[in-house]
């Protein structure tokens, strides 16, 4: 439990510290070595480097990300089957994006509102994820819009869509 706290603070301070004007973010000037507390050390955490090294994790177990905000667009019109056709067409184009290694996690918020959903990306500029939000007919219609934001966060969240297929008895 004492490990969990430190790990949480950095993810706060991951994402409340970055600075939005670049998308290359250097994150040893926002968290250097020394700041590290001594009992965080490698050997007592059971610290994996080839698992590291495979999720792209630095030396805070963390990984540079860019989110996507999925919000309503303006043209949310159609028929009811115009509306399906372009929703199956939507989760067909993440599930390449997801089997292609470049969409970490995505899902939709279930309130209603404005915001849609999220998408995580494994690409390192915001100029990527533009490209590949390009490529879904979601926002190609004018249905949904993106907001793109650089994101410092777990490298674990590299192996969701891992996971999410062994626990998953349905996949759409």
Excluded at 74 to 83: F, I, L, Q, S, V
Aim: contains cysteine.
């Amino acid at each position: 439990m004492k490990y969990l706290i430190p790990f949480f603070l950095i993810c706060f301070l991951g994402s409340c510290l970055l600075d939005n004007s670049s998308d290359a973010v250097d994150i040893t000037e926002k968290f250097p070595r020394e700041s590290v507390p001594a009992e965080t050390t490698p050997e007592i955490m059971g610290y994996d480097s080839l698992l590291a090294a495979r999720l792209g994790a630095d030396d805070y177990g963390m990984h540079q990300y860019v989110m996507a905000f999925l919000k309503a667009g303006p043209n949310r019109d159609g028929t009811e089957e115009e509306r399906a056709e372009l929703q199956r067409a939507h989760m067909e184009n993440i599930g390449r994006l997801a089997d292609e290694g470049k969409l970490v996690l995505a899902g939709p918020f279930l309130d209603d509102g404005e915001l849609r959903g999220i998408y995580i990306f494994d690409v390192q500029s915001i100029e990527e994820a533009e490209a590949l939000t390009a490529t879904d007919p979601a926002i190609q219609s004018g249905s949904l819009v993106m907001e793109l934001h650089p994101w410092y966060g777990s490298a674990a969240v590299m192996q969701i869509n891992e996971i999410h297929q062994q626990i998953a008895k349905i996949n759409i």
